[in-house]
């Protein structure tokens, strides 16, 4: 009898177990205090209560679903772990959200930022996309942009919404094994955007292309007054360097800003003027003790040329 009751009580413990370690459907309630700090966004990738499962059954969009099999992950936890011997990501996030009455009755947006395919669908009807994830017999294609148009959206204060994200990915060839969605500072799958999102985005835009396009200018006719005065004074070693580093530091500038500022940009494109722009980082760095040794009459001893090179090869052997 004894071992009967142990018996059940083991099955009463594991039962219970179970039940708490497994998935829960929660509700996300959204407030203005969520709202990341200057923009009016609301990064809910980032936002516990996310639910994942693989595969493309599209009758993963309905707004109540039986949730067996699923696993708590959010979208910002995307790795090549996740890919398939192919190297392909495919699967569904869900959430649901209730905007909290302080939000207000104005529309909000749908953002989104990643260089997956995705499709975004809010209570079953489908709001937003970003590239082609291939369903409907239509061919896979990779986001053109990095942040395509916003959708707006009505979600009334109170009520209770769910949304959810069917995404494609494919593991990126350079840098080799990483989810191109995972690779780089811009992963943030989807986020919630303010009513008030473009007007404090905008000029925010304005002061970042307005202060590149100052330092590019400035660097870049520096570059050529060091180049001229390097022509005509071959001798003076510094010059050359002054010219170089100018010149790399010109360089960074602009491929930074292309990379952040080009609204149609591939993932390839983005990637390449990203690594340029690290390497001409790298280079400017290099150049500037040997410019201070110049400047104060300093021999360049074994020990910097050792220090330098290695620093030259680790770092760019840390980019890839």
Known sequence: MNRMKSLKRILLILFVGINFCRAQDTTVVLHPGMYDKPLQEIYINRLEGWLFKKGNDTAWVKKDIDITGWKKCKPVELSAEQADENGKFEGWFRIKIKPDISLGNKPLGINLSSWAACDVYINGELNASNGNTG????????????????????????????????????????????????????????????????????????????????????????????????????????????????????????????????????????????????????????LMPLILAQIFKRKVTGPLKIFLAVYFIISVAGLF
């Open 135 to 286: 369903q409907s017999g239509n061919s896979f294609r990779e986001p053109g942009s990095l942040h395509p148009p916003m959708n707006m959206v009505n979600l009334m204060p109170g009520n209770e919404y769910t949304i959810a994200v069917y995404v494609v990915d494919y593991l990126s060839p350079f840098p080799p094994r990483r989810l191109k969605s995972a690779d780089g500072d811009n992963n943030d799958l989807i986020s919630i955007a303010g009513p008030d999102f473009y007007s404090t985005l905008i000029p925010l835009i304005t002061k970042w292309t307005n202060y590149s396009t100052l330092w590019i200018s400035v660097c870049s006719i520096l570059s050529l007054l060091f180049w001229l005065l390097a022509f005509q004074n071959r001798n003076e070693k510094i010059l050359h360097l002054i010219a170089l580093c100018t010149t790399f530091f010109a360089l960074n500038l602009l491929c930074i800003t292309i990379r952040g500022n080009a609204h149609t940009i591939s993932y390839f494109s983005a990637t390449l003027y990203g690594y340029a722009a690290s390497l001409f980082l790298i280079l400017y760095t290099l």
